[in-house]
């Protein structure tokens, strides 16, 4: 925000007073995203574009420093592998390497292996994993092996791609989501993509994750953060599985060191409604809010992530001109289209939630 | 040798009286192949094809039952992955699997994954994993890490295939070939396959072997067996790590207690030179033999495997019509064509093998 054409506030003061136990910095600021998988990945991709179009460093990148925690719920080891879909999505989709027709996994992908495995009767059939995909898991779980912690390892795996975005498991933790149906209990990915969410879930459970810490490149990157956006991922399976939620149903309890840490984030945070005219934007966001007992709309969200005055998560909150402008104390709102329609639109909805942030403190 | 096309005589008395332990059985003999990589499976595939046409079943298969004990000596991990070449080509050459034109892995294969792992600088870059091999390697270090034996996993392997072979590891233990070179020492694949065994190797080290216990499936197959054949495969780091090897400048140790069943196996034990006119058939078996002090010809590895009659392994040798007769007290000699030029001779070649067999002891 120290840059020339900042026309906004600065965020913070200790920004524009250098007062920052780093040293000298960049002149950009410094943004972190909350996200999840693809719809995240997508929303990643606008706040990199806006940021290389206002804070350009002459080469086509930016002096902003642009860091994405991820949530690790959808996690789970399968055949010797530790696969990490939402890690994946993000980092494909900042690498050029998503495929985006299909929606998941990389582009120019092939499934020889999958196919040798289920001739075997290994792994998961329903749960198809590309060739390139696979060396991309080959990799990440020989590093696990060898003692890396799951950031050094996502560290590693990035350093291949030249994403110009620092990509941070929420927590170096196993804490997997797992999905309770009936009397019986399942993964996630079982219940999302084999069964594709029917019947509904029970509850989410996260074993685990009352005692996991956030990452510390999670926890250094809220704390150093002049901006926070929550991306318009499903607000229970990928944010909620990361900072917690709670409705009159049941609850998911995230990881309590990064809910406290966003707390006590001095930078603004301005989340993305992920349901347009009452509908998810992707994915079945609808199945898993009722799983918690909370309406599919843009205002009962709002009031589940909770406003940081009264001890919640959002400063301000985005959502669609399709949605009725529920006023919510505490939490400032923005109605603009929220489709996903290019990267140029992605980015300009970037923009307007990172304006919102600046507004938030100025 | 109970069936009607049986003209020589019978192997053992205990088969025409039937005195076994596992009640009735079927007409066709039971015959154990010691194999290595390739050249083993070429052979094995010979001796399949001789079985078939001796003893068949009238469905296309044969009545005789065939064990193949193979070498685990190259076995290795790799990025997480369980590799095991020699039990990979036989099963690949026995399925019709084996890319016989390249001389390794399998047919139709791309490399995809391989190409992925390097960029992310995971595995070796000079040993290539096929993708479909992958599928392979991926579903045994599954079955593996989930606590099955070796010998389990390579039935579940097979049970893909319809091998009418019982394929068998020579031990369940991680006994790997490792080799020295001046100062330094490596794996054997990494000498054989990235160094191409120059410079040559000081000695063949192989951890825990001396402690190592023959698999249950390779002591029962060697105690039922009416015929032992030894396949032309390299005598030092094939048919030496299982059964042990020494020459006058170093030995290799081998598994004792396989050598030990061998010895008290009541079957004729015949092998295959794998010199013809002075030299290997295949691989670096002249390198593998310099480094114990021995010379790569016919009657100097027959003197190393040793007469049966003096402690050693070997009832009858074959050799190739191209090479010096020798005699060697305590083993017969038959001389005849040795080169595998087409499935039809290799088979012929094994029917004579195994006639010298029925020989030998009639």
């Known amino acids: 925000m120290t840059g020339p054409r900042v026309t906004g506030p600065s965020v913070t003061d200790r920004h524009?007073?250098?007062?920052?136990?780093?040293?000298?910095?960049?002149?950009?600021?410094?943004?972190?995203?909350?996200?999840?998988?693809?719809?995240?990945?997508?929303?990643?991709?606008?706040?990199?574009?806006?940021l290389r179009q206002r804070w350009p460093d002459g080469e086509g990148e930016t002096t902003a420093e642009l860091s994405v925690i991820c949530n690790v719920g959808d996690d789970f080891w399968l055949a010797g592998m530790r696969i990490t879909p939402d890690l994946d999505s993000v980092m494909y989709h900042l690498a050029g390497e998503a495929d985006t027709e299909r929606g998941w996994g990389r582009k120019d992908e092939s499934e020889r292996v999958s196919a040798e495995m289920t001739?075997?009767?290994?792994?998961?059939?329903?749960?198809?994993?590309?060739?390139?995909?696979?060396?991309?898991?080959?990799?990440?779980?020989?590093?696990?092996?060898?003692?890396?912690?799951?950031?050094?390892?996502?560290?590693?795996?990035?350093?291949?791609?030249?994403?110009?975005?620092?990509?941070?498991?929420?927590?170096?933790?196993?804490?997997?989501?797992?999905?309770?149906?009936?009397?019986?209990?399942?993964?996630?990915?079982?219940?999302?993509?084999?069964?594709?969410?029917?019947p509904g879930a029970d509850a989410f459970v996260q074993p685990g994750a009352a005692e996991a810490v956030p990452s510390p490149g999670a926890l250094a990157a809220i704390a150093a953060a002049d901006v926070i956006l929550v991306a318009p991922s499903n607000p229970v399976v990928s944010?909620?599985?990361?900072?917690?939620?709670?409705?009159?149903?049941?609850?998911?309890?995230?990881?309590?060191?990064?809910?406290?840490?966003?707390?006590?984030?001095?930078?603004?945070?301005?989340?993305?409604?992920?349901?347009?005219?009452?509908?998810?934007?992707?994915?079945?966001?609808?199945?898993?809010?009722?799983?918690?007992?909370?309406?599919?709309d843009s205002a009962a969200i709002a009031r589940a992530y909770g406003a940081r005055s009264a001890g919640g998560l959002l400063?301000?909150?985005?959502?669609?001109?399709?949605?009725?402008?529920?006023?919510?104390?505490?939490?400032?709102?923005l109605q603009r289209p929220l489709l996903f329609t290019s990267l140029a639109e992605t980015a300009a909805i970037a923009a307007d939630a990172f304006e919102m942030a600046l507004a938030v403190r100025g």
Chains 1, 2 share one sequence.
């Open 239 to 296: 944010i909620g599985t990361m900072i917690g939620l709670s409705g009159p149903a049941s609850a998911v309890p995230g990881i309590p060191g990064l809910r406290d840490a966003l707390r006590a984030a001095e930078a603004p945070i301005v989340g993305l409604s992920p349901v347009i005219a009452g509908k998810p934007l992707r994915g079945m966001a609808d199945i898993c809010l009722a799983t918690l007992g909370i309406e599919a």
């Open 16 to 50: 524009v007073t250098g007062q920052r136990e780093t040293g000298p910095r960049e002149t950009g600021p410094r943004v972190v995203v909350l996200s999840g998988g693809v719809g995240g990945a997508k929303f990643t991709l606008g706040v990199r574009e806006f």
């Open 119 to 198: 001739a075997y009767g290994v792994g998961w059939p329903w749960f198809t994993l590309g060739d390139l995909d696979i060396g991309t898991h080959i990799a990440r779980s020989t590093w696990l092996r060898e003692g890396l912690t799951l950031s050094e390892v996502v560290t590693r795996l990035c350093a291949r791609w030249q994403l110009s975005t620092k990509l941070i498991p929420a927590t170096d933790a196993e804490v997997e989501t797992r999905v309770r149906v009936g009397a019986t209990e399942m993964h996630f990915e079982e219940w999302w993509v084999r069964l594709r969410g029917n």
């Open 315 to 333: 400063d301000g909150w985005l959502i669609d001109e399709a949605d009725a402008a529920v006023e919510l104390p505490g939490i400032r709102l």
